[in-house]
């Protein structure tokens, strides 16, 4: 019998990114099969992001685009948006046939079957406020990287944001359960993983065994892995003791993402966020103190409400003294059920264009500045891909997190390069494998044995 057949395909950060991966591997294991073509898909489902009014607007037009190119098609909807309109997705998008809200993915299974016994609308936005989203099997997409969710939602209340009321309260995993997931990734051939929350240092762990800090040590030192990293980090719950470990594990990645929102102590306090500018400055002292090097990278809002010249200004001054490798800069966008809606906003459309245009060419100028000083370095890489502007040019990362092209063969892919940095840029470097066997392109050779190709999957929100 011909199994069925689903098509995912996923809007928004990588916990959304790592959700589908899930969902996928669940409906594997219910005896579907994932396909690459929503032609022959019976099923499709739609992940989506309610982070911005932007991400939220692009599911309708999404649904409106699958609707006419494939009428008839069962499609479902997962994610923060399915949460947050629920219901209304019947009315406004008819060939909506399942609503699954991103805190409820446990009951996918249960779900999937309902749809299968005929019934014509499943839904379920309940919260599961006491698990995390669990499968036996996952369908990883990125075969170097493997993202791995150990704590989800957000206890929080930062006044512009919508993920407390999309993902629901924290809930973290076990760490036995996470470990013992890291040494099956180390089996299924991964070197590098990636700890997902939305808030992940805000792990508690239910064993009472480790600390956040103690888990990424734990975690760096599974035989197996070279590379850890971790996203998202809030700022109140940056402790030294994650900077320490670290310092005495190299296998965690020397790169911490800490987005600071605003450089103004009194937008920081209407965001409702738990620090103020200079605690903020502190932590990344800390930081900048490692002998290893750690580059910082953040998202900022501007046009925050009631966001004044000189508080705009104090986030331009904060970029320069941190130095941030890279930098997610956002329009503040109104959201449902936000604090943050009821406040006047007196900052006009153009204003805020106007700021963030200022704010992210000042930015890419202190990167290429940064940049610069990487010329001459030589740097590992995990190759991971290709290079956005030439697919016969191979893309690694460094721990720090930097893009490096340079030229090789295919059979690079997967493994740990040395590169000698040529030239820089804003957003990549170009390299040069110091390896006299692995110089130049031999793309063509029948001989190299290829991994699958690697899946860039974006910044630390995908977006
Ligand atoms: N937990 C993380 C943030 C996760 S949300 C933290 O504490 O910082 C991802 C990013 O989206 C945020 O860092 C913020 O910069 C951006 N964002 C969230 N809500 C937004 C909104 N209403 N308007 C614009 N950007 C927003
Ligand atoms: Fe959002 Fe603040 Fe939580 S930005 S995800 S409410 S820490």
């Given at each position: 019998?011909?199994?069925?057949?689903?098509?995912?395909?996923?809007?928004?950060?990588?916990m959304?990114?790592?959700?589908?991966?899930?969902?996928?591997g669940?409906?594997?294991?219910m005896?579907?099969?994932?396909?690459?073509?929503?032609?022959?898909?019976?099923?499709?489902?739609?992940?989506?992001?309610?982070?911005?009014?932007?991400?939220?607007?692009k599911?309708?037009?999404?649904?409106g685009?699958?609707?006419?190119?494939?009428?008839?098609?069962?499609v479902?909807?997962?994610?923060?948006?399915?949460?947050?309109?629920?219901?209304?997705?019947?009315?406004?998008?008819?060939?909506?046939?399942?609503?699954v809200?991103s805190?409820?993915?446990?009951?996918?299974p249960?779900?999937?079957?309902?749809?299968?016994?005929?019934?014509?609308r499943?839904?379920?936005?309940?919260?599961?406020?006491?698990?995390?989203?669990?499968?036996?099997v996952?369908q990883?997409?990125?075969?170097?990287?493997?993202?791995?969710?150990?704590?989800?939602?957000?206890?929080?209340?930062?006044s512009?944001?919508?993920?407390?009321?999309?993902?629901?309260?924290?809930r973290?995993?076990?760490?036995?359960?996470?470990?013992?997931?890291?040494?099956?990734?180390v089996?299924?051939?991964y070197?590098?993983?990636?700890l997902?929350?939305?808030?992940?240092?805000?792990?508690?762990?239910?064993?009472?065994k480790?600390s956040?800090?103690?888990?990424?040590g734990t975690?760096?030192?599974?035989?197996?892995?070279?590379?850890?990293?971790?996203?998202?980090s809030?700022?109140?719950?940056?402790?030294r003791?994650?900077v320490?470990?670290?310092?005495?594990?190299?296998?965690?990645?020397?790169?911490?993402?800490?987005?600071?929102?605003?450089?103004?102590t009194?937008?920081?306090?209407?965001?409702?966020?738990?620090?103020?500018?200079?605690?903020?400055?502190?932590?990344?002292e800390?930081?900048?103190?490692?002998?290893?090097?750690?580059?910082l990278?953040?998202?900022?809002?501007?046009?925050?409400?009631?966001?004044t010249?000189?508080?705009?200004e104090?986030?331009?001054?904060?970029?320069?003294?941190?130095?941030?490798?890279?930098?997610?800069?956002?329009?503040?966008?109104?959201?449902?059920?936000?604090?943050?809606?009821?406040?006047?906003?007196d900052?006009?459309?153009?204003?805020?264009?106007?700021?963030?245009?200022?704010?992210?060419?000042?930015?890419?100028?202190?990167?290429?500045?940064?940049?610069?000083?990487?010329?001459?370095?030589?740097?590992?890489?995990?190759?991971?891909?290709?290079?956005?502007k030439d697919?016969?040019?191979?893309?690694?990362?460094?721990?720090?997190?930097?893009?490096v092209?340079?030229?090789?063969?295919?059979?690079?892919?997967?493994r740990?390069?040395?590169?000698r940095?040529?030239?820089?840029?804003?957003?990549?470097?170009v390299?040069?494998?110091?390896?006299?066997?692995?110089?130049?392109?031999?793309?063509?050779?029948?001989?190299?044995?290829?991994?699958?190709e690697?899946?860039e999957?974006?910044?630390?929100?995908?977006n």
């Amino acid at each position: 019998m011909e199994k069925k057949k689903f098509y995912i395909e996923t809007f928004g950060c990588a916990m959304n990114v790592h959700d589908s991966e899930k969902v996928a591997g669940a409906l594997i294991g219910m005896g579907y099969e994932a396909t690459q073509s929503i032609e022959e898909a019976g099923l499709v489902l739609v992940n989506t992001c309610s982070i911005r009014e932007k991400a939220s607007e692009k599911v309708f037009s999404r649904l409106g685009a699958l609707k006419k190119a494939f009428p008839g098609k069962k499609v479902g909807v997962l994610g923060c948006v399915a949460q947050q309109e629920g219901a209304r997705f019947f009315q406004r998008a008819p060939n909506v046939h399942l609503v699954v809200g991103s805190a409820s993915y446990n009951n996918i299974p249960h779900l999937i079957r309902e749809l299968e016994s005929g019934k014509n609308r499943v839904i379920d936005i309940h919260q599961d406020d006491e698990h995390c989203f669990e499968t036996e099997v996952t369908q990883r997409v990125n075969p170097y990287r493997a993202y791995l969710t150990i704590i989800e939602g957000c206890d929080n209340v930062c006044s512009f944001c919508v993920v407390p009321h999309t993902r629901g309260p924290e809930r973290s995993r076990p760490s036995d359960q996470v470990i013992a997931e890291v040494r099956r990734l180390v089996d299924e051939g991964y070197t590098e993983v990636q700890l997902l929350g939305q808030n992940v240092n805000s792990y508690r762990d239910p064993l009472a065994k480790y600390s956040f800090a103690q888990l990424l040590g734990t975690v760096a030192e599974v035989e197996g892995i070279r590379r850890v990293r971790f996203a998202t980090s809030n700022p109140q719950n940056f402790v030294r003791e994650i900077v320490d470990a670290i310092n005495s594990h190299p296998a965690l990645c020397n790169a911490v993402h800490l987005p600071v929102q605003s450089g103004s102590t009194s937008v920081l306090r209407r965001m409702r966020r738990e620090y103020t500018r200079e605690e903020y400055q502190r932590k990344v002292e800390y930081i900048k103190q490692s002998p290893r090097g750690i580059a910082l990278s953040a998202d900022v809002i501007v046009g925050f409400p009631g966001e004044t010249d000189t508080e705009f200004e104090e986030t331009l001054s904060l970029l320069e003294t941190v130095g941030y490798q890279q930098l997610y800069s956002f329009i503040y966008s109104p959201r449902p059920n936000t604090e943050s809606l009821a406040m006047i906003d007196d900052v006009s459309a153009e204003e805020k264009s106007r700021r963030l245009a200022f704010l992210q060419n000042r930015q890419r100028e202190l990167q290429i500045e940064r940049a610069k000083s990487m010329v001459g370095k030589v740097v590992e890489v995990l190759v991971d891909g290709f290079s956005v502007k030439d697919p016969n040019t191979l893309a690694g990362r460094t721990s720090t997190n930097y893009v490096v092209n340079f030229s090789g063969p295919r059979v690079l892919l997967g493994r740990y390069v040395k590169v000698r940095v040529m030239k820089s840029g804003a957003n990549s470097l170009v390299g040069e494998s110091i390896d006299p066997l692995f110089q130049g392109n031999t793309f063509s050779s029948p001989m190299i044995q290829t991994h699958p190709e690697g899946v860039e999957l974006g910044g630390p929100h995908g977006n």
